[in-house]
Structures are given as structure tokens and as C-alpha cells.
């Protein structure tokens, strides 16, 4: 889907990868020039959606020197909400479901470990990788080149994980898996991201 079709909900494609980039994780804090680099758009511009964002009290900002450090007000009653929406229309989760999606034989597909965690606001570092667990009879090695044009935009590597279904219905006897799904687990929409897909096809 194109960002553009979001821009009922945000104002412009640039606030929207803004939010984006502030939202994914509870502790991200960036100064203008690192999200202009993490959002590709235009340091001058930047400022002006930061400074727009500030005064409706969607972000924070706190001066570090000479830097203004920009931070998403997770004290916002709706700050979940927002997080939600950016995860779904133009976060992580979104662009790794919709290069699932269009693999018929990805069942379901979970974020895992470090990134999973700090999503869902666990304490800790900033993650260096992603890792995914993909059920399913899926070859890995397909897998491996779908995924890997991602990583420049994502800024992240990704481990992908394949697992058979019926791996995944046994996964309670299994170690890796029942040490997986007893720490912070992100499922992603595949079902809802498929009938997108149709949708816009339609």
C-alpha cells in the first residue's frame, strides 16, 4: 500500500514516518538530524513537522547542548493507539507482513526477542537485529531474498526463523519454541494484510 493512502490519518507522508520512527519503540529518543537520516526526509522539514508535533503535545523534546532530542509523549492517553496505527500502516511490522503476505505458503509470522521486546516496552538497548518466526512450508532460502531487500529500509538485519505447522502445534514440547512464546511475542497480521492486498487488487 502506498504511504500516500494514508494521509487522511497524518497530515503529510513526512509526519507520518516521523511518528513512525518515535513510536516504534518506548525508549526512542532522536535528535533532528538522526531522524531526518532515519526517515530519509529533509533535515528543514523535519523541524517543521517536530515543531507541529510539539505544540499539539504528541512529542517531547528536551535540549541536550546544542541538540534537541525528540521523544514520543507516551503519557498521551491515545499514545498506544498511535504506536498501533504506525506499526499496522508504515512500521516494522507492516513491511515484513506485507512481504509475507505475498507468500502463499507463510501460515502465521511472529516477531521475537530484542525488537519484540522493546516494542512492547520492555526495558533495554535499542535492538541491532530482527528476529522472525515464520510458520509454515516455506523454504528458507526464499525466505532469506524476500526479506533481505528490507534490511536497508528497516536499518536492521533479519534472522528469519522457519518453522512447520506441525512444529508449531507441538511447540510446547519443544525447547526453542516454548522458550519463544514465553517471552514478548508480536504477531503479524497476515489475514488482514492479504485482504488488503485483494482489496486494492479489487
Known sequence: MNERAHLPLFRSVAQERILAALFEHHDVELSIGELATVTGVPQPTVTHEVNRLLAGATVSVRRLGRSRLVSANWDLPWAEHIAAIMAQTVGVPHKIATTLAQMATVERAFLFGSWAARHLGHDGPPPQD?????????????????????????????????????????????????????????????????????????
Open 130 to 202: 530482527l528476529d522472525l518466526l515464520v510458520v509454515g512450508d516455506v523454504d528458507w532460502l526464499a525466505l532469506s531474498s524476500a526479506l533481505r531487500p528490507l534490511e536497508p529500509d528497516l536499518r536492521l538485519d533479519v534472522n528469519p526463523v522457519v518453522i512447520s505447522s506441525a512444529g508449531w502445534d507441538g511447540r510446547r514440547t519443544d525447547p526453542f519454541l516454548s522458550t519463544v512464546i514465553e517471552r514478548p511475542l508480536v504477531e503479524l497480521d497476515l489475514d488482514g494484510t492479504r485482504r488488503r492486498r485483494t482489496a486494492c487488487r479489487g
